[in-house]
């Protein structure tokens, strides 16, 4: 399935065989995992009380879960392929015009389940946090089927760890691999047909931050945790700690610390790095640490320095927080465009800040698009019926 929608900014044309056709070539990331519609209330003074009525000053509604990744990754114009379940009702159809005519993402491996209701989450935001109310079943079939075998080919996948079922080594038999077939996930068989896997975790609600989740590092290109994930799995007291423990797991390890900016290593290239955020006043941080993923993978492919990777995904990252709601936050290249024109303006009229990030960010110069048609920017997050356009 082509992705409607008309062309985008390719940054990565300079890496693509030359002559190649885009439609026919592999993607660029391939994705799966849980869709959800997001219905998102801004504006609360206070969280709702039983037996009240809250009116608020905003709202909006987008596709969320894993679209959240999938929208990161398209509209930075990485080729972008997902494998999830919708269901045939409503929030199910807008999700997938969406994803597939707005944002330009192959769907050709999801599935339309009739009958199935799609997950809906609520979140209302308030104080400076959220909260969150979901709806859902499970899906109908194993996700695995929806990937299918072999998966498609693309150039990486983007996954989080779980917990191995058989999370102790010493149960294994002497001939078993540490990952077994019946416990080896579909981004297994992407790595073997050529696919480099970012990985990443969740929080642990539990509180345990088994160190067995790093296990399965070894089959990874790279690992992107939060600070507070990282120092809890390595059981290292500081993000420095953390980051030197991770490298030595897999090749690309980054360590991100939120409005701090973020650090990496890259056993591949020889480089390490550290980068401070961009500073901005954050509405809604949902989705961000997606945005600042798809861009580490986007420089990963293009071959960008790893201090330059850093440094772009951090900017993506900040523009994503200044918008409400995950999804549809996500920066595309119009919005980075005018960023940098804005920043530059302000460096040309003497004003220190700007000057400071005009330095900091002069290689946007060699990557923004020449030309602004095509350039996509940031989606207002509305929900509307055929029938009421």
């Given amino acids: 399935m082509t992705p409607a929608g008309p062309p985008r900014h390719d940054p990565l044309r300079p890496a693509r065989p030359e002559g190649g056709d885009a439609a026919q070539a592999p993607l660029d990331v391939f994705l799966s995992g849980q869709l959800f519609f997001d219905m998102v209330f801004t504006g609360l003074e206070a969280a709702p009380a039983p037996g009240t009525e809250v009116w608020t000053t905003g709202m909006g509604s987008l596709p969320g879960g894993i679209a959240n990744l999938a929208v990161a990754t398209s509209r930075l114009g990485l080729r972008t392929g997902l494998a999830a379940g919708f269901g045939d009702d409503v929030y199910g159809r807008f999700c997938w015009q969406v994803l597939h005519e707005q944002e330009g993402v192959d769907l050709s491996r999801s599935r339309v389940f009739p009958g199935w209701h799609s997950a809906v989450t609520v979140s209302m935001a308030h104080d400076g946090d959220r909260s969150m109310v979901t709806h859902g079943h499970p899906l109908p079939v194993p996700p695995a089927d929806l990937v299918g075998s072999p998966p498609p080919r693309s150039r990486a996948v983007i996954t ?90 897999v090749p690309l390890a980054v360590v991100t610390c939120g409005a701090d900016g973020a650090m990496a290593v890259d056993a591949t290239t020889g480089e390490s790095a550290r980068v401070p955020g961009v500073a901005v006043e954050a509405v809604d941080p949902t989705g961000a640490g997606d945005v600042f993923g798809a ?31 995950g999804s549809l936050a996500a920066p595309g290249w119009g919005d980075i465009a005018d960023w940098w024109a804005a920043t530059t303006t302000r460096a040309r009229a003497g004003d220190p800040r ?33 029938s009421d356009l």
């Fill in 160 to 249: 989080e760890l779980a917990l191995p079922h058989d999370a102790d080594p010493a149960a294994r038999t002497s001939d078993e691999a540490p990952d077994g077939a019946a416990d080896a996930p579909w981004w297994l068989a992407a790595r073997d047909q050529g696919a480099a896997v970012f990985a990443d975790v969740g929080w642990d609600p539990s509180g345990a931050w088994d160190p067995a989740v790093l296990e399965r590092l070894g089959s990874c290109h790279a690992f992107l945790p939060n600070e507070v994930e990282a120092m809890a799995y390595t059981r290292t007291p500081t993000p420095e700690r953390a980051l030197a423990a991770l490298a030595e797991r």
């Fill in 295 to 325: 861009s580490v993978v986007l420089g990963t492919l293009a071959g960008w320095p790893l201090e330059e990777r850093l440094a772009f995904a951090a900017l993506c990252a900040s523009l994503a927080v200044q918008q409400f709601g």
């Fill in 354 to 386: 700007g000057e400071e990030l005009e330095r900091r960010y002069g290689f946007l110069a060699d990557l923004l698009p020449t030309d602004p048609v095509g350039a996509v920017r940031r989606a207002e997050a509305t929900f509307a019926l055929a």
